[in-house]
């Protein structure tokens, strides 16, 4: 193992340090990028805005941080020194660094330290965010970020675990617990709840199986403070992720249960459904008085999120008292190996009266899996001076780039990362960030990655039930287009006279957002083909992009009276406005030739139109296919059953016949996909 998380480290410090030389970042900022995309894709933060500072004489430091959803903040210190060799974290180490961030926190907390700071800075506006808020945050998250490896003999900080009256709780990301989660083939890391430690017993259960061995079910009664409890520890970690993609699409405390929990708090279990929750495994003590639940193993809650948020956020809020608050809970026990199957089903399956939402759009929704086929098909033309032709890797479930790789030898390793470079690798939720960049909703990419993914997962579910032939070959080629000039828009701004460091991932989403809005305004859209066919963007939108850049630097640091963390500002609608307001401004500074280099609409519209008659052609075609694979006696052996006329309309047993005489006679387009749809009526 020993030997296994150095060849680890080692190729992750190759990564980082390619992806500073690529991306025109400085190490440590890389650094925490690599970490920023693990964690914030596993659902471990949210997001992360970088705001490095440190000041050596008083021992304040900090490297990041984040506004999160339970009106908590997210900070963030990174221990990086860009060591060639894997070394030890130690306890002195640890708090050495928590003292530090703490340090930072309570100066910001009790003073006006930031008109100490740079107002143009990022740590300027996390400063004057945590004088001016403090005494609303919930909770406050301190992260440490190291590259090295955390002593096996560690045990608890010797820390306070309140900053003034706010509760911290300490989070420790090293090497080590970074490998674990990228070598557990793509699943989260679990939350282990022992009952004793956070309630003082257990909670009583009924047992709701019978005697299966691949399923056992109980039932409890939930107090609501241990709920909110709960919640308030894990946050949005505790709910699974179809659920937290529907709470952030919705985001608000549900009116109805926070009335029940102030007016009428004896009645909340009769009124409310309750909570439907997985685990994959408990320990049940057997007393006299019933079988009680001491520990659950990986809980996530599959339905009742908002529920759950509810209870916190009144509690919080309101200052509600949840003594007399009682939440029923069915507790589903599934085998860690089917948990990536099973999780999702029961989710989707308990929250089936919320018909839109963001739990129809994950790994296996048929986009994804479109999108996956066309990322392992489709070759990207070579780029100049190359000598071989490429592809881009999409990966549908996290971990899949790794995976792929994990029982290669070093000679198909090389191989494969030929034909798919790492930094050719991107994600669904990088597929969110860049299309929704560019369909014109900055705000939402601004929101974080998770909550910016919910909102594409509403948008490209309810366009996909109308017309899936659109998500086609031009689509992906687009995709990868639009994410060649994310890239290039970020190392635009890295590389700028004016940057100083702050609010990138603000800019660079606002700058590409109003490109597009400039090019629609002149009834024009991106060369996107040409982008695909050179792999890169070319002089012209590079200076572009430059320019207008620096107009949205200017625009977005001076946020209205009342504001004073531009990532805040950056978070709403009325930041949008103001820069569309100053659009022509920008289009002035614009080159000629820019202008020139722009596609007409109405050309695109023709070249998307045949794509998408393509690729009706293109699954007409797929579905005959499976057809005939499944072969004629496959067809017959469900027509003859004894109830196939009952079952099956006219239509379909008239297609049944047909089938059932392959390979002599052939089924149409539109017979295959009725034959298709048969395979699960039967």
Not at 206 to 216: F, G, Q, T, V
Not at 225 to 233: S, T
Not at 312 to 341: C, W, Y
């Amino acid at each position: 193992m020993a030997d296994e998380l150095v060849e680890f480290y080692n190729d992750f410090r190759q990564e980082f340090l390619a992806g500073a030389a690529a991306n025109n970042n400085f190490s440590l900022a890389e650094f925490l990028a690599s970490f920023q995309r693990e964690l914030s894709e596993a659902g471990q933060i949210e997001d992360l805005t970088f705001c490095f500072y440190e000041n050596a004489p008083t021992g304040i430091r900090v490297d990041g941080f984040w506004k999160n959803d339970d009106a908590g903040i997210d900070l963030f210190i990174a221990d990086f020194r860009g060591r060639g060799e894997l070394e030890t974290l130690g306890k002195s180490d640890v708090e050495g660094f928590i003292k530090r961030i703490s340090k930072f926190y309570t100066a910001c907390s009790t003073g006006r330290f930031y008109e100490k700071l740079e107002e143009t800075s990022a740590v300027y506006g996390l400063a004057r965010e945590i004088f001016e808020h403090n005494r609303f945050y919930s909770r406050i998250n301190l992260y440490l970020i190291s590259e090295r490896r955390l002593s096996e003999g560690f045990k608890n900080l010797q820390i306070d675990d309140r900053l003034g009256e706010t509760p911290v709780a300490f989070h420790i990301w090293d090497i080590s617990r970074l490998h674990r989660l990228r070598t557990s083939r793509g699943a989260k890391e679990p939350i282990v709840i022992d009952f004793n430690e956070v309630w003082g017993k257990g909670i009583q259960c009924l047992p709701a199986h019978l005697n299966a061995e691949d399923y056992r079910s109980y039932l409890l009664v939930m107090p609501g403070n241990l709920v909110a409890d709960l919640y308030e520890r894990y946050s949005s970690r505790l709910l699974e992720q179809n659920v937290r993609s529907f709470l952030q699409a919705r985001a608000a405390v549900n009116k109805g249960i926070r009335e029940t929990i102030l007016d009428t708090p004896e009645m909340f279990f009769a009124y409310n459904n309750g909570i439907t929750a997985t685990a994959t495994d408990v320990a049940v003590d057997v007393t006299s008085s019933g079988e009680f639940i001491t520990r659950i193993d990986d809980l996530q809650i599959v339905n009742g999120g908002q529920t759950t948020a509810s209870l916190f956020h009144t509690r919080r809020k309101d200052k509600a008292g949840l003594d007399n608050i009682f939440v029923q809970m069915k507790l589903s026990i599934v085998d860690p190996r089917l948990s990536e199957t099973v999780v999702p089903k029961i989710s989707e399956y308990a929250n089936t009266q919320n018909r839109v939402n963001a739990a129809d759009f994950f790994a296996n929704h048929p986009f994804h899996i479109q999108m996956e086929k066309f990322s392992r098909r489709i070759w990207a033309p070579a780029v100049q001076g190359a000598q071989r032709e490429t592809k881009w890797f999409y990966e549908r479930a996290r971990g899949q780039y790794a995976d792929a790789q994990s029982k290669q030898s070093a000679g198909e390793k090389k191989r494969f990362t030929a034909e798919f470079p790492k930094d050719q690798m991107f994600t669904k939720t990088d597929l969110a960030k860049f299309d929704n960049t560019w369909d014109e909703h900055p705000k939402w990419v601004n929101l974080g990655a998770q909550k910016n993914f919910a909102q594409y997962a509403k948008r490209i579910s309810g366009e996909w039930k109308g017309d899936p032939s659109k998500f086609n070959e031009a689509y992906f080629r687009q995709a990868v287009a639009r994410g060649i000039i994310f890239k290039a828009t970020e190392k635009v701004v890295s590389e700028a006279s004016w940057y100083n460091g702050g609010y990138r991932a603000n800019i660079v989403a606002y700058t590409i957002a109003l490109i597009g809005n400039i090019a629609e305004s002149q009834d024009k859209v991106v060369d996107f083909e040409a982008i695909w066919r050179n792999q890169k963007v070319n002089h012209t939108l590079r200076e572009a992009i430059a320019i207008v850049a620096r107009f949205v630097s200017i625009c977005i640091s001076i946020p209205p009276a009342g504001i004073s963390n531009i990532s805040e500002w950056a978070k709403r609608d009325a930041c949008w406005t103001s820069l569309l307001a100053g659009r022509d401004q920008a289009i002035q500074m614009l080159s000629a030739e820019f202008f020139r280099e722009l596609v007409e609409k109405n050309a695109r519209k023709g070249d998307l139109k045949e794509a998408k008659r393509t690729q009706r052609f293109e699954t007409g075609i797929e579905g005959i296919e499976k057809v005939l694979n499944l072969g004629g006696h496959y067809w017959k052996a469900i027509l003859s059953k004894p109830n196939a006329s009952k079952i099956f309309t006219p239509k379909e047993v008239d297609a049944l016949r047909i089938a059932a005489q392959i390979p002599n006679k052939i089924p149409t387009e539109r017979q295959a996909q009725l034959l298709l749809s048969i395979t699960l009526k039967a």
